[in-house]
Nanobody, 123 residues
């Protein structure tokens, strides 16, 4: 599956952004999807993941209650709604797909990656 992330941009602290991940291929609905982020000089970190059916979601503690992951299997898309953004949320955000069963929190568990979209939150 090929993935393309979009929707990043510059926003003030407290604002919102909605990231999208468009997937090609008819097997999208068989993959769990995840969002990761990477700030300069840091390792790529887990943000959120959603099961293939959309029935289960998991979040990093740092974004719980502010971010919402969702998916639309009919449209081969996944989304990350980000509210109450903070300067520390600034990073390149990546969407990824995994065939690993159960919640996958580590980047190496994801076989397919989008190109990343920059999110910058100003204070």
């Amino acid at each position: 599956v090929q993935l393309q992330a979009s929707g990043g941009g510059l926003v003030q602290a407290g604002g919102s952004l909605r990231l999208s991940c468009a997937a090609s291929g008819r097997t999208f609905s068989t993959y769990d999807m995840g969002w990761f982020r990477q700030a300069p000089g840091t390792e790529r970190e887990f943000v959120a993941t959603i099961s293939w059916s959309g029935g289960s979601t998991y979040y990093a503690d740092s974004v719980k209650g502010r971010f919402t992951i969702s998916r639309d299997n009919a449209r081969n898309t996944a989304h990350l709604q980000m509210n109450s953004l903070k300067p520390e949320d600034t990073a390149v955000y990546y969407c990824a797909a995994t065939g690993v069963s159960g919640p996958a929190y580590r980047a190496y568990e994801y076989a397919f990656w989008g190109q990343g979209t920059q999110v910058t939150v100003s204070s």
